[in-house]
């Protein structure tokens, strides 16, 4: 599903944001991405969708070449991840509907698929009932939810989640998981970069840990610290 060989991202100014990563991640995984800030997570997952490209390496992303791709290949890439921010990114003057719709408006669906997928998705993330809603009168874990839905309604094989629950209390925050837990059942690969201590230790899920851009661990079924 993704492998990325030797990458090493060292940006202008000299510094290296990434050293030699080598990992794969299978089809319908879920690993957490963990270290400390400027370990190199964001980095890490912009390469992903190629917001950045690597100064040396390879990344295979559903058997694609990503660093080999030209500019007008990296929308129908971006077409199969789904993104999920911190800071929730929706269109204030769009409603729930307008915001998720948009997702599939720019990469041209047709109106029959969008008015069929987008009660859809609002529904299993549990938004029927504010699809008319702004943004501005949402809760923060609705607003989050909102962005899940825009995520996945494209039903993207990659779903990256960049520090999603930030600015979420911590029963939001365990609300949001166990809808990434549902997306993941359903087969779609999730990579989350957290800080959240607490939801790594309790999910027991794969655990790759950064520190000045190089992997340093890479445990099944691990804790966001090494106790060894």
Not at 44 to 67: A, M
Not at 97 to 120: D, H, M, R, T
Not at 170 to 198: Q, V, Y
Request: aromatic share 6%; glycine share 8%.
């Amino acid at each position: 599903m993704i492998q990325l060989q030797n990458v090493t991202k060292t940006y202008l100014n000299g510094a290296k944001a990434l050293i030699d990563v080598t990992m794969k991640i299978n089809k319908g995984e879920f690993v957490f991405l963990v270290g400390p800030s400027g370990a190199g997570k964001s980095t890490l997952t912009k390469l992903l969708y190629r917001e950045e490209v690597p100064s040396r390496g390879q990344i295979i992303l559903n058997g694609k070449n990503v660093v080999r791709m030209k500019p007008r290949e990296v929308p129908y890439l971006r077409r199969k991840i789904g993104m999920v921010f911190q800071d929730f990114r929706l269109l204030p003057r769009k409603t729930v509907a307008e915001n998720v719709s948009f997702a599939l408006e720019v990469i041209g669906a047709s109106n029959k698929e969008i008015k069929k997928a987008v009660p859809a998705v609002l529904s299993m993330v549990g938004l029927t009932e504010k699809a008319d809603i702004f943004p501005d009168h949402l809760s923060g874990g609705e607003q989050q939810r909102v962005c899940v839905a825009r995520a996945i309604v494209n039903n993207p094989v990659l779903l990256i989640a960049d520090e999603p629950t930030g600015n979420l209390d911590p029963e939001t925050s365990w609300g949001l998981m166990k809808l990434f837990m549902d997306i993941n059942r359903r087969g779609t690969t999730i990579i989350m970069a957290t800080h959240a201590w607490d939801i790594v230790d309790d999910m027991k899920k794969r655990v790759i840990e950064l520190a000045g851009g190089r992997i340093v661990r890479d445990e099944e079924e691990g804790a966001y610290r090494n106790e060894a």
